[in-house]
């Protein structure tokens, strides 16, 4: 991870740590080149998951190492999630390494698990909320004094005024994880939980990155998921894989986690690996469908 406050502490005591990859600010290249290199001799491949919204600095650090350390066995995920969305995926990319899956799997499970997470917020303002649609009318309640919005960035673009509208939520059991920014609001616990049938609320530090991202310091920070580590294990077991013609890494998808090649479509004839069948839990029929989409 790229940031501290992005690692998410597990519920149990058997997912291993991330590592932090810090930003050229804090660490020199040497440094950087140092971690990077005992990391993979001690792992053997090493998966990077970092927000859209990370500095462009900090980006390019992360490039630059792989780059000279001339290494595909690095991968460098940028998720499109906000910031807590993107920490439940970094979790669940942990809590999946010990489920016997080779890298490839894991790497190309990164796309298919942000299905499963619904991200939002509630803002007091949508004036420079870039990575959601706002219509004018919006935009123009903003300006009204004590206005809130619900907003949901993924896995679908949704924005209703509160006490005005409800967010669709997930159609899966699933957990909430929230956190508090400088909004004073128990519209997320009180009102949003109980519409989504939310198992249990959890509470985390509000991400630094999140103001940026949300376009204001005055936030509630949400996000649902799945809290079972043994549905994710079988939500990835289900999936159909295949080896990559260009790498040679196991996937799922339709796309290589490790050089980002796309699968070959069926009339090149890629060989299936390997096929699981799973019984059709709710959760792991929508997984059937996701993994088509990538």
């Known amino acids: 991870m790229t940031s501290p406050d992005l690692v998410l502490a597990p519920a149990d005591q058997r997912t291993p740590p991330a590592a932090l990859l810090q930003s ?20 053997g491949h090493l998966i990077a ?17 792989r780059s ?13 999630l906000p910031p807590l969305g993107t920490a439940i995926l970094a979790l669940q ?7 016997g899956f080779s890298p490839g799997v894991i790497a190309s499970a990164a796309r298919l698990l942000p ?17 959601v649609p706002v219509s004018l009318k919006s935009h123009a309640k903003s300006w009204l004094p004590g206005t809130q919005f619900g907003v949901l960035a993924h896995p679908e673009p949704q924005l209703v005024k509160i006490g ?5 939520g997930p159609e899966f059991a699933s957990h909430l994880l929230v956190a508090n920014g400088q909004l004073q609001t128990d519209w997320v616990t009180a009102t949003l939980a109980p519409s989504w049938q939310v198992q249990a609320v959890h509470e985390a530090p509000l991400p630094a990155d999140s103001a940026h991202w949300w376009g204001t310091a005055k936030l509630v920070e949400f ?13 990835v077991a289900s999936a159909w894989r295949v080896q990559c013609h260009w790498c040679g890494m ?14 070959p479509s069926a009339s090149t004839g890629s060989t299936p690996v390997q096929e699981n069948q799973t019984g059709g839990s709710g959760v792991l029929s929508q997984g059937t469908r996701a993994r088509h989409r990538g």
């Open 68 to 80: 000279v350390l001339e290494s595909d066995r690095i991968v460098l995920f940028k998720s499109s």
């Open 250 to 263: 196991e996937l799922i998808g339709d796309r290589c986690g490790f050089c980002n090649s796309p699968l």
């Open 115 to 131: 299905h499963y997470i619904h991200a939002g917020a509630v803002l007091n303002s949508v004036t420079k909320l870039d990575r």
């Open 49 to 65: 998951v970092y927000p859209a919204s990370i500095a462009p600095a900090h980006e390019q650090r992360l490039h630059m190492v």
């Open 93 to 99: 990319l942990r809590q999946l390494t010990l489920g």
């Open 223 to 235: 996000a649902s998921y799945l809290p079972d580590a043994n549905v994710i294990h079988q939500l």
């Open 164 to 168: 005005a509208g409800q967010l669709k």
């Open 24 to 43: 050229p600010a804090a660490q020199p290249l040497d440094s950087a080149l140092f971690e990077m290199h005992s990391l993979l001799e001690q792992h």
